[in-house]
């Protein structure tokens, strides 16, 4: 059972932490503003009219892929009784870097895209596309929701505002700068917000240290096993370091390679190899930044106990982070602090936000409903979609996911879940021959039902899940292609050439 919030007795936040917060927010608003300048078209709208510098967009890959979930669920499960052992996955990201930029970035440009979904159509059939573009949308609301929820918690947690209250204002400012300023104010509101939670992870080590007085840090944390990393085993059904390893390798892979809110990045890149230098960068970073964040936890686990606080144990090991700001630090840095971990959810909500609205306008509404409107039209469709997915986020966020324990599980489970088999289908789209696109929609709606299937049922860790999910997608397509052709050689599409 999760420990009840409302136990806690919130700290006195004070006026000046809600003044730099309150800066911050209309800081974010003010850059909003000052992006939309430039959005005169559907297109600047959705990638910049591809224009950006590589190190911007680098930094807002980084800031895409980071979130509430890096500053608070992995200092949380690093706190808790997971210790590091989910650290053992960062330095994979660099195999998923080399896979991104060595044959998936070029034949996204080459191909002319905006939805990564539109490759789906060009190389298997629209049926695809529209499988991969539904799938996207459903994991960006709950993943909006899911992360808009735990700065939210933060909030209420240690300043005593109401959760419904900070939820409506937090959505409705992340809602508006992307309504204004398109992936232009999302690309720079991202690189701005990594500095701030890069800067916080560094000020917090050093705070928590220098409050530890002469405690023997490496002692206690020995003590208590905080520096496990390995687990052993290759047992299905309980957490272990191989299936973290596996899990993250296939997981990175899909989110960028197959997932909008990150391609959409490359398509704003003012050239190819801008792009790949975009995508080094942000995983590269990745790594340090995202250990120094399970570091943390590691650290507030030892600080709580030399300084023992009852209120500690009353609060989600999500929140302590947080609390640790609100109750530790000066007036005007815990400000900063707390807006850090605002900054780190809106960097992954306004992309998912524009993202989703650039699925539902290229791959449905442009697609099906309404090929031939204006330019200006879609424009207005967009940014009205932007809003909806606002206005869903916080409902989903407001009515479950307050029901969570660790926000890190919850985020894994909702990814292998609803990521099941979309690396496989895109996996198809790469092959040199066009498959069938029977095998593949029929392999792809198995993988899923399977996945879920095996989640309900309970008894495999919920690591394996993207494994299963993505390799029947691939492999029973590929079985099923075979046996159409066999049966009716007519009805299989012929060969497709490379673009």
Partial sequence: MPP??????????????????????????????????????????????????????????LGTYLSALT???????????????????????????????????????????????????????????????????????????????????????????????????????????????????????????????????????????????????????????????????????????????????????????TQQDMVQRYMTADSLRSAQKSVWFGAVSYIPICFMFYFIGVSLFVFYKVHPDPQVLAIKQDSVYPYFIATQLPQGLAGLLIAAVFAAAMSSIDSLMNSASTVCVEDFYKRFWAPNKTDGHYLAVARGLTVVWGVLATCLALGVFHRIDYAQKAWSIMQGVLGSGMLGLMGLAFLPFRVNKWAAGIAFVVSFGLVLWLKIEGSLIWLVLPLIGNAVAFFGALGLHVVFRRVSPRQVDPPQTTP
């Fill in 71 to 257: 500053m608070m669920a992995l200092s949380g499960i690093a706190y808790g009784e997971h210790h590091l052992t989910w650290a053992v996955q960062l330095p994979f990201l660099v195999l998923t870097a080399f896979i991104i930029t060595r044959w998936v970035i070029g034949r996204y440009r080459r191909a002319g895209i905006i939805s990564v979904y539109g490759f789906l159509e060009q190389r298997i059939h629209i049926s695809a596309r529209v499988l991969g573009a539904i799938t996207f949308v459903v994991f960006s609301i709950g993943r909006t929701a899911l992360v808009l929820y735990l700065p939210a918690l933060a909030f209420s947690t240690v300043c005593g505002v109401d959760l419904a209250t900070t939820l409506v204002i937090m959505g409705i400012i992340i809602t508006l700068y992307t309504v204004l300023g398109g992936i232009e104010a999302v690309v720079w509101t991202d690189a701005v917000q990594v500095c701030i939670f890069t800067f916080a992870a560094v000020y917090t080590l050093f705070a928590v240290f220098g409050r530890m007085g002469d405690a023997n840090f490496a002692e206690i944390a020995n003590q208590h096993d905080k520096f496990k990393m390995l687990l052993p085993g290759i047992s299905p059904f309980k957490i272990t370091t191989l299936w973290l390893v596996l899990e993250t390798i296939v997981q990175t892979v899909r989110i960028y390679g």
């Fill in 4 to 61: 009840v919030e409302s136990v806690v007795e919130p700290p006195s936040f004070g006026t000046v932490n809600f003044v730099v917060l309150g800066v911050y927010l209309l800081g974010m608003l003010a850059l909003g503003a000052w992006c939309s300048r430039r959005v005169k078209t559907s297109r600047s709208f959705f990638i910049a009219d591809g224009r950006m510098n590589w190190l911007v967009v680098g930094l807002s890959l």
